[in-house]
């Protein structure tokens, strides 16, 4: 599993690009005597299924298959050979995890209904979970419990933690183009300039979660990027664009956010008589666990003796795994990369290892304990 997780780890592909790493996974799928293997599902999405052909419930657990615009600074030995990409964030690792749980599926066959693993493409830009499932092919695999995990560096190595009901935040991003137009630096007055406009939203957009009175820590807007005519002294600016990510706790209170910043921008750009265009990107529902498949979760840790917690509240960050509880029952849990350990994202992040095994004992304790298990049947 380290020796897969490493060769992985060298040749990163970014969303929607996945195609050398779908081929890798398919290929390792159908070495594991799965009874069907979906390719091409939601993009490059890869899914397998190991059917008991006796009644009983289908239950997916969910991987990712992308990785970073980031280049590794990182030295390890197996680092990205691929330049300005890399796995910065562990899907190289979570992979692997149900790599390991195809092998011990085809070692011990599920007993009744079906175990189905999903490699997921696109989870970085919140695109990949709605197209697999609006994929005609995730009828084949549409499951009645649904388990993800992410790495959680900052937590004590090997430690598994959970919650029911929010787990982490919606969000999504929002683009606000201001147009004018430009004159001479001289005579600003005989152009329109958004620079007012600009400053205005600035200021206003970050204030929007505690104008709609949501409690501190519950939604926030996080300005990205703002920019601003060209780069001369001789142009009074015509042009002006604002980036902000806008997230909240719950679906509802992103898109009460959404719409309140909408309405700002325009009566704002209304008030400095300048043109307004607003678009959307990277679209992350709030990642909600349900009661009932959380409680299998924490069976599965507690069966396995890996140590556990439960969250105080929800991640700030987004996971598009999110989607899938709106086909299923579904529980998502974080596995911590060690307390010193690199965070999510930075250029010198790798997966630690050392996790790979109890990600995939809590796994298939899910897996044995919805599924069941035959008798050995000597494979690898």
Same mark, same amino acid.
């Given at each position: 599993m380290t020796a897969l997780r490493r060769d992985l780890h060298r040749m990163p592909e970014v969303s929607g690009k996945e195609m050398a790493t779908a081929a890798r996974i398919a290929g390792w799928l159908e070495g594991c005597g799965a009874d069907d293997v979906l390719t091409d599902l939601g993009g490059h999405g890869v899914a397998c299924v190991f059917d008991s052909g006796q009644p009983g419930p289908t239950v997916l657990f969910r +991987?990712? &298959?992308? $990785?970073?615009?980031? @280049?590794?600074?990182?030295?390890?030995?197996?680092?990205?050979?691929? /330049?300005?990409? $890399?796995?910065?964030?562990? @899907?190289? !690792?979570?992979?692997?995890? &149900?790599?390991?749980?195809a092998k011990r599926m085809q070692e011990r066959r599920p007993a009744r209904g079906r175990v189905v693993l999903l490699f997921q /493409?696109?989870?970085?830009?919140?695109?990949?979970?709605?197209?697999?499932?609006?994929?005609?092919?995730?009828?084949?695999?549409? /499951?009645?419990? #649904?388990?993800?995990? @992410?790495?959680?560096? !900052?937590?004590?190595?090997?430690?598994?933690?959970?919650?029911?009901? +929010?787990?982490?935040?919606?969000?999504?991003?929002?683009?606000?183009?201001?147009? !004018?137009?430009?004159?001479?630096?001289?005579?600003p007055e005989d152009g329109r300039s958004p620079a007012d406009a600009m400053v205005d939203l600035v200021m206003k957009l970050p204030r929007l979660p505690k104008h709609l009175g949501f409690a501190a820590g519950e939604a926030l807007v996080?300005?990205? @990027?703002?920019?601003? $005519?060209?780069?001369?002294?001789?142009?009074? /600016?015509?042009?002006?664009?604002?980036?902000?990510?806008?997230?909240?706790?719950?679906?509802?209170?992103?898109?009460?956010?959404?719409?309140?910043?909408?309405?700002? #921008?325009?009566e704002v750009a209304e008030e400095a008589g300048l043109q307004v265009g607003i678009e959307t990107a990277e679209r992350f529902m709030a990642c909600y666990n349900d009661r009932a498949a959380t409680a299998i979760l924490r069976d599965a840790m507690g069966a396995t003796g890996v140590e556990s917690a439960e969250l105080g509240g929800p991640f700030r960050w987004s996971e598009d795994f999110g989607v899938f509880s709106s086909v299923a029952p579904s529980a998502f849990f974080v596995l911590g990369a060690g307390k010193d350990h690199p965070q999510l994202h930075n250029p010198d992040y790798d997966f630690p290892d050392e996790i790979i095994p109890t990600g995939l004992a809590i796994f298939e304790a899910i897996a044995r304990a919805q599924c069941g298990a035959l008798e050995s049947s000597g494979g690898a």
């Open positions: +991987s990712e &298959l992308d $990785g970073l615009p980031i @280049h590794e600074t990182g030295q390890p030995d197996w680092r990205s050979i691929i /330049p300005g990409v $890399g796995h910065m964030c562990g @899907h190289d !690792g979570h992979m692997v995890i &149900l790599c390991g749980l /493409p696109a989870e970085e830009t919140g695109a990949g979970a709605r197209a697999v499932i609006s994929d005609a092919q995730f009828e084949r695999i549409r /499951p009645d419990f #649904a388990f993800g995990l @992410h790495n959680l560096p !900052g937590m004590p190595l090997g430690r598994a933690a959970t919650r029911d009901d +929010s787990f982490c935040f919606a969000s999504e991003g929002m683009t606000i183009k201001l147009t !004018g137009w430009t004159s001479h630096a001289a005579h996080t300005l990205s @990027h703002v920019q601003m $005519g060209e780069a001369a002294f001789g142009i009074s /600016p015509g042009e002006a664009r604002i980036m902000a990510t806008i997230r909240a706790r719950t679906d509802d209170m992103q898109a009460a956010l959404m719409d309140a910043a909408r309405k700002q #921008a325009n």
